[in-house]
């Protein structure tokens, strides 16, 4: 049927609390792995990359992990801040598949006071 | 160092018309990429430009064309707008052109065809 839109999925943690983003690909060929920050009427913000060779990368406050085995990769966010409340997308490289980013849907997180 | 600068910020059109786009990439990077946003599909690619040259795709009519200059700057040409155009037009650069290299995005460009 006709979309009428991305029904984004919502994730709504408390203020402090640990944030858990996950994402499926479905591309054995993907070597290398982003997730972003989107916030409203701005354009997506870096957080954190990855390759394939790797199982987990830590950045300030972010840490993704990547599951080759069932495809899957997460970003976590440790002490959840108002501020991180945002649309988060992760997005693939394909290797052979040029050098486009594929991105997923994306996931709403609200952070509550 | 200044991010992806992308003008103009808001845009409107009627059918039929068309429109340009443009971008700074951030100095030093030489590939600008360009992502169409909707709330139907999402961010969906559009092309890649690499040292004025179109390395990349994507499967959008030929009515989305783009160029990109010698000091790297870009611009992005919709021709015969339909209301289905209407989009935030991203605009992305990264130093080279293989993957695996972080991307960073400009705050886009707002299309409204009426």
């Known amino acids: 049927g006709e979309s009428v839109g991305l029904h984004l999925p919502t994730l709504s943690v408390q203020e402090g609390d640990n944030s858990i983003i996950n994402c499926a690909y479905s591309?054995?060929?993907?070597?290398?792995f982003i997730w972003y920050k989107q916030e409203s009427g701005k354009g997506p913000q870096f957080i954190i990359d990855i390759r394939s060779n790797m199982d987990k990368r830590q950045g300030q406050r972010v840490t993704v992990l990547l599951n080759k085995t069932v495809k899957h990769l997460s970003l976590q966010i440790a002490a959840t801040q108002p501020g991180d409340s945002a649309v988060y997308f992760c997005a693939e490289n394909i290797r052979g598949g040029g050098n486009k980013l594929t991105f997923g849907t994306g996931t709403q997180l609200k952070v509550e006071l | 160092k200044a991010g992806v600068t992308q003008t103009p910020r808001y845009l409107i059109k009627t059918r039929g018309q068309q429109v340009t786009l443009s971008c700074s990439p951030i100095s030093g990077h030489r590939s600008v990429s360009w992502y169409q946003q909707t709330p139907g599909q999402g961010l969906q690619f559009l092309f890649e430009y690499f040292s004025e040259t179109q390395r990349n795709k994507g499967n959008f009519p030929g009515r989305f064309s783009g160029r990109q200059f010698s000091n790297s700057r870009s611009e992005m040409n919709v021709s015969t707008l339909e209301l289905g155009d209407s989009a935030l037009y991203l605009c992305a650069s990264r130093v080279g052109s293989s993957g695996g290299e972080k991307l960073f995005f400009g705050s886009g460009t707002q299309l409204s065809v009426l």
């Open positions: 591309n054995s060929a993907s070597d290398y």
